[in-house]
């Protein structure tokens, strides 16, 4: 079990620039969901999958974010023509279906945008 | 509209002591209740859980109680250790929210010697 891995840990870019991370869950883990932390805040649901369907989008989900996961197995989010309110930790956890909704989490993505 | 929150932002607590940690929700479609601990530059980690069915989890020094009829729940840690020092954060899921976790705004713990 090597964990909920994430790619980068920290990405800087300019605002209009697109961006993609990439998460990688617990092998096993069918669930797998996207989070935002701000500071001050705790994280804040983006999207979660199941398998490679996903199953619901939170409102925070501008057009100008998509996130996939082709083969059920990683994921990838991107943020198009980034925007300095994107700066934020992007987190991504992943859960097993029958476990009682515990989700793992890896150590995030911290976007900065200039 | 903060569903789950934690009235705290930060609790100093002296080695050996216990440490006591609260959360409150609003939302009454809320049956599963979690909390996490997050150190700096890492991800949250999962403490221990609880489900609406039951009142009281316990999991080594921590203890986590549960009053639905009052919205709230807490967490204790005994004795608290120097290493406990972290921001803890309460979340909530419920069958109804496609098992999205809900995070209350964290309480920075800080375990003094």
């Known amino acids: 079990d090597t964990g909920v891995s994430q790619d980068p840990r920290h990405k800087i870019t300019k605002r209009g620039q697109n961006v993609t991370f990439r998460c990688d869950p617990i092998?096993?883990?069918?669930?797998l969901y996207w989070y935002r932390q701000t500071l001050g805040q705790g994280p804040e649901f983006l999207t979660y999958f199941q398998n490679e369907a996903q199953l619901e989008k939170s409102r925070l989900l501008s057009d100008r974010f998509s996130a996939e996961r082709p083969k059920g197995s990683f994921s990838t989010l991107e943020i198009q023509r980034t925007e300095q309110g994107d700066s934020a930790m992007y987190l991504c956890a992943s859960s097993l279906s029958i476990a009682k909704n515990i989700q793992y989490f890896g150590a995030g993505t911290r976007l900065s945008v200039l | 509209d903060q569903q789950v929150k934690q009235n705290s932002p930060s609790l100093s607590v002296q080695e050996g002591r216990i440490s006591i940690l609260n959360c409150d929700y609003t939302?009454?479609?809320?049956?599963?209740f979690l909390w996490y601990k997050k150190y700096p530059a890492e991800g949250p980690t999962f403490l221990i859980s609880?489900?609406?069915?039951?009142d009281k989890n316990e999991d080594g020094r921590f203890t986590v109680f549960l009053n639905k009829s009052a919205k709230h729940l807490s967490l204790h840690i005994v004795p608290s250790q120097p290493g406990d020092s972290a921001v803890y954060f309460c979340?909530?899921?419920?069958?109804?929210?496609?098992?999205?976790?809900?995070f209350g705004t964290g309480t920075r713990l800080q375990v003094t010697l």
């Open positions: 939302n009454s479609m809320f049956d599963y």
């Open positions: 092998s096993e883990h069918n669930r």
């Open positions: 609880i489900s609406s069915i039951k």
């Open positions: 979340a909530a899921s419920g069958t109804g929210t496609a098992s999205k976790l809900t």
